[in-house]
Every structure is written in C-alpha cells, then in structure tokens.
C-alpha cells in the first residue's frame, strides 16, 4: 500500500553555517563596530544579544536572510519578545521542528474531510498517509500544501 510522512524538518548543519556567517557579518559591519552584538546558537535556539534594540531588529533582518540564502524556511521561527536589561537588550528566536499533536490533527482532519481515499495517522512528530492509488496521495500532497499552515512541510519517504 502507498504512503508517505508528512514531516517538519530544519537542517541543523545548515542552521549552524548561517549563524557563523551572520555572526561574521555583524563583525565586519561598521554599524557594529566595537559593540558587543552576537549570535550565539543551543539545540536550535539561537539568542541575539546587542546594545539597543534598533541593533537588535538589523540582527533579526541579517539572520532571515542568511537562514533563507541556506534553503531554511523562515516560517520556522518562533521569534521572543526582546528582553532589555541595563545596557544589553537579548532575544531569542527557536526553530520549531517536528508536527505537535494539534497541528497533526488539524492536517488528519482536513484529509479526512476532504473525501479522498487516504488514511491519516499521527505518529510521534509526523503525519503518515497512505492509500490505495499514487493519485490519492498526490491529491493528498497538494492539498495539504494548499492548506497554508503557519509551519513549512516537507513530504518524505514516499513508498509504492
């Protein structure tokens, strides 16, 4: 029986090479220069730590980009309220992975209720589908990518 997994995955090497090169590039900014501005990066949470809050937003800008120049979608991102204490103001920002329960059983119900010939069945951080016909799970793809949740997902391990 065909299937395949719906899943939510950031690639941490490539979470790493952006930090390093955004980290490099705060470094040999004028605007940054003699600050203490740096991105500093722990089992996928990166904290941005600068002087002022304007050096934070420009921190954020340069991050984005370098995530997005490394194939990491931004939609990931759980940015935090900045935290301002005396002369450092800290934010952090966490790359979500994986489908929690709740988004798992909003994409099982919108399969379900989309009449296809497809099962759905949540298990641990993935969605697998599976049916009878390659066409069924094609139509399942794209409706699930037509859905536009907050989370990017990827489809993979696609079995015949």
């Known amino acids: 029986m065909p299937s ?5 995955e950031v690639n941490a090497h490539e979470v790493t090479n952006a930090v390093d090169q955004a980290n490099r590039e705060v470094g040999t900014r004028f605007d940054f220069k003699g600050t203490n501005a740096k991105y500093e990066l722990k089992d996928l949470v990166v904290t941005l730590s600068a002087p002022t809050d ?12 370098k995530l997005a120049k490394r194939g990491i979608d931004i939609a990931c991102m ?3 309220e900045p935290v301002i204490s005396g002369q450092t103001a ?3 920002v966490t790359l979500r992975q ?10 099982q ?3 379900k209720d989309s009449k296809l010939k497809v099962q759905a069945a949540i298990q641990d951080k993935q969605v697998r589908v599976s049916g009878k016909s390659k066409d069924d799970l094609q139509s399942a793809i794209a409706l699930v990518r ?11 391990n696609f079995r015949d």
């Not at 395949?4 to 939510?8: E, P, Q, R, T």
């Not at 994986?98 to 994409?107: A, S």
């Open 4 to 8: 395949f997994d719906i899943v939510s």
């Open 54 to 65: 304007f050096q934070l937003e420009q921190m954020m800008d340069i991050l984005k980009l």
């Open 78 to 80: 759980k940015v935090d």
């Open 90 to 92: 800290r934010q952090q």
């Open 98 to 107: 994986g489908i929690d329960t709740e988004l798992g059983k909003k994409i």
């Open 109 to 111: 119900r919108l399969i």
């Open 146 to 156: 037509g859905a536009g949740f907050d989370l990017p997902l990827q489809f993979t």
